[in-house]
């Protein structure tokens, strides 16, 4: 298993349900596996409990992802272990947050432009460091995949997942292409799509970088 493990930062099931299962089964082709971690929520606008002040800020958002990280590897039911991992995602709707001038969406800002910034991340400060980067849906997942903008409740998004993610497995729909389509504005480099997604309105993602880099076969790794 050593140098084998994706690992990808999910904010919710409906998330892990639409993207996880089409990722591995393709890169098991490649003898590699994902292994998702999903942290329920988004964290980046998450306050404190009783509290105005932010959980995660742009100072210590790195931290609280390796916490993250370490969290889910010390589970006495995780197999995985740091070394076997290659490369992290961390995947998150951007929620118009370049745009929107409010508390929680300017926190969640720059605690992306910081993350933008963060090329490999290690499991703790001087531990061996592995490649990062972050794949996100302009406004959200749901706004990039059906063109839907009104905010949905958790059982119609895992609805959507569900039937996504059995369409796409029967061959009713092609993943990629589902993420190209219409208006959808893609990129294939990471940086440019952290660049222009700042000054970008309408449905956007950077996924296509990731299967980019999966139908190379991680050839940079």
């Not at 998330?15 to 988004?42: A, C, F, S, Y």
């Not at 709707?93 to 963060?118: P, S």
């Not at 993943?175 to 504005?185: A, L, M, R, T, V």
């Not at 222009?196 to 790794?221: D, M, V």
Request: glycine content about 4%; some cysteine.
């Amino acid at each position: 298993m050593k140098g084998s493990v994706i690992l990808i930062i999910v904010e919710g099931i409906s998330d892990e349900e639409t993207l996880v299962p089409w990722i591995n089964r393709t890169i098991n082709k490649l003898k590699k596996r994902v292994t998702p971690i999903v942290i329920h929520g988004d964290m980046l606008t998450r306050y404190k409990e009783y509290s105005k002040e932010f959980e995660i800020t742009s100072s210590n958002v790195i931290k609280k992802l390796q916490k993250v990280v370490n969290s889910f590897l010390k589970k006495p039911s995780n197999v995985i272990k740091w070394a076997d991992i290659i490369k992290v995602y961390y995947v998150t709707d951007t929620d118009n947050c370049f745009k929107i001038e409010r508390e929680n969406l300017i926190n969640k800002r720059k605690c992306l432009n910081k993350l933008f910034k963060l090329k490999k991340i290690g499991k703790s400060k001087g531990s061996r460091e592995q490649p990062f980067e972050v794949i996100f849906f302009g406004n959200n997942l749901e706004h990039v995949l059906y063109g839907i903008e009104n905010r949905l409740s958790d059982k119609e998004k895992t609805k959507l997942s569900t039937e996504f993610a059995i369409d796409v497995s029967n061959g009713k729909k092609d993943f990629k292409s589902s993420f190209s389509q219409g208006k959808i504005k893609t990129w294939n480099i990471y940086e440019e799509s952290y660049k222009e997604i700042q000054n970008y309105k309408g449905r956007a993602t950077n996924i296509t970088a990731l299967i980019e880099e999966i139908e190379n076969g991680f050839k940079f790794l």
